[in-house]
């Protein structure tokens, strides 16, 4: 397995990978595709900040994907390390430490080749079977199949949360709160307002959590919509919150939700609770909590 500091891509017959097993270039047929650049370059910045997106990268990816076509895996390699790619930047530090701890043994190029058609990556996408449904020539394909236009299953969202909930507090508060903000729709907005995505994110909110986690970003080139940024920025802002409160997590999430819903924080509070108490049923549990029927007037 690729060492998650040190290799981040990983080059087999099958494609090319982030590790842990995030499909970059994949075996369609006998070509190879590569993912889309806004893909590529979503998560190379990640990793390595916004600079990676004007250099070499993706003409060297296609490069490498013209050599696995004719079966030369040696100069694919050579060519993906004559690359130089700047230094990983603390939030790529901290996004591979995340898929360290929880999945030390996910990607194995050496066993884990090609992904089954349905799997969910690491990126909360999942590869597609193969457009005319012959797996043994095709197989799955790239994960370019976001799923921001499509509500979520609760076990796909909590999946996502053990990953890369940043914030110190329990997973069952993320989830209560995504839960309050969105109902597990990747594809939320709010009207008046620029809080989007499964943690109901705003833009300034955005740009507190690149101001002080030192990320060079600009707001406007953060996705939003991509289930697995939306959880790591609202559970950092949480953090924020939660540390300028002192440790105070009903002030942390009032700040966090703003002015105009008082009721906000008792609600995650409850339903985190909630959640703790009852795991086998959440929706049922947390929905008439986060979202009271509307008392008659």
């Known amino acids: 397995m690729p060492n998650p500091i040190t290799d981040i891509l990983a080059c087999t017959r099958d494609g090319i990978f982030v590790w842990p097993g995030v499909a970059i270039v994949a075996r ?20 390595y900040g916004p600079d990676i997106m004007g250099g070499p990268l993706i003409p060297t990816l296609d ?17 993906l390390a004559k ?12 996004a591979l430490a995340d898929f360290a701890r929880i999945a030390p043994n996910v990607f194995d190029p050496e066993k884990h080749d090609r992904w ?116 790591q920025f609202g559970s950092t802002y949480l953090k924020l919150m939660v540390e ?7 002030r942390a999430l009032r700040l966090y939700r703003g002015e105009g819903e008082p009721a906000y924080a008792s609600e995650c509070l409850a339903a985190e609770e909630a959640l703790k108490q009852n795991p086998d049923d959440p929706v049922a549990v947390i929905a008439p909590i986060v979202h009271p029927p509307k008392k008659k007037p």
């Open 83 to 94: 690359m130089k790619l700047p230094p990983l930047t603390s939030m790529g530090h901290r």
């Open 116 to 231: 089954p058609a349905g799997s969910q990556d690491s990126a909360g996408g999942r590869f597609r079977s193969a457009d005319n449904g012959e797996s043994d020539m095709s197989g799955p394909t790239l994960v370019s199949d976001r799923v921001a236009d499509r509500r979520l299953s609760f076990d796909d969202v909590k999946k996502m949360v053990k990953v890369n909930n940043r914030s110190g507090q329990s997973d069952e508060l993320i989830l209560s709160i995504i839960y309050k903000e969105s109902t597990l729709d990747p594809g939320a907005s709010t009207n008046g307002s620029t809080a989007s995505g499964l943690m109901g994110m705003t833009k300034t909110a955005v740009r507190e959590v690149l101001r002080k986690t030192g990320d060079i970003r600009s707001a406007d080139d953060i996705d939003l919509s991509d289930p697995v940024t939306n959880i």
């Open 244 to 250: 300028s409160t002192h440790g105070n997590v009903a």
């Open 63 to 79: 490069r490498a994907a013209r050599y696995l076509e004719s079966g030369q895996i040696d100069q694919a390699r050579q060519c």
């Open 28 to 47: 369609r047929g006998n070509s190879f595709c590569r993912a889309t650049d806004q893909e590529v370059c979503n998560r190379a910045a990640l990793l």
